[in-house]
């Protein structure tokens, strides 16, 4: 492709707290923060034209991106022998995207885009909870953000009739656990635990499959698992 660029800060913090003899309290949180960027290179792109089912939403899009942008983008058609020819127009319309067989795309100050971000890398991510023991009680809530992120080079805000292309939009899931120790006559150590995952049941988009394949994965789902641990 080229050159890339990628930026990073990640902050974490923790707190202890011990409110009597018999509390603990544990406070964390963590930030991540991305900032992407293609500095410089080329891409050749056929499946955006062979692969991928566009709604009008997207080929609006890229119709936009083009428009705005003449000089990144050098386009290709089919001629009437069927052989593929550039296509030298300065401003596109719907039916020309149409008949588009593919393109190349430049990055770059020198005639290039130069806002392009890289696909997943979310440029927020923040994870923050507590766990707490009592006794022999323990037990911890958690959240999780995870802010859009594209999911190609082309960088589509809108989504694609088939899922392929797309920006993935913002997610917040939460988390807890409980954990309880029994101890029988010192010889039976018992531990009775319930997780939770995702309690909100938020069905994010976790990601595209391939164009080939052209579809979202789907991820969240709320799970709760229950189970008792014995040793002796």
Known sequence: LGVINVQGLELATGLNIRPSKDWKVHLFANACLLQSQVLQGEMLDRDLFSQVVHNSATKAEFIEKVNANPQAYRLFTANAQGEEVPLNKEQIESADFDQLTKVLVKFGAAAGLQDTELPYT???????????????????????????????????????????????????????????????????????????????????????????????????????????????
Not at 166 to 180: C, E, I, K, Q, S
Not at 185 to 202: C, E, I, Y
Request: cysteine-free; glycine content about 8%; overall charge positive.
């Open 122 to 232: 979310p440029p927020l991510s923040l994870n923050a909870g507590f766990n707490a023991d009592w006794k022999k009680l323990s037990l911890g809530v958690s959240g999780h953000f995870v802010s859009a992120q594209y999911t190609e080079f082309h960088n589509f805000t809108t989504e694609s009739a088939d899922g392929a292309i797309g920006r993935l939009p913002a997610f917040f899931t939460v988390d807890a656990f409980v954990n309880y120790d029994i101890e029988i006559k010192s010889k039976v150590r018992m531990n009775l635990f319930l997780n939770g995952k995702n309690l909100t049941n938020n069905i994010y988009r976790a990601s595209r499959l391939n164009r080939a394949t052209s579809s979202i994965f789907p991820a969240g789902f709320r799970q709760l698992i229950f189970g008792l641990n014995v040793q002796i």
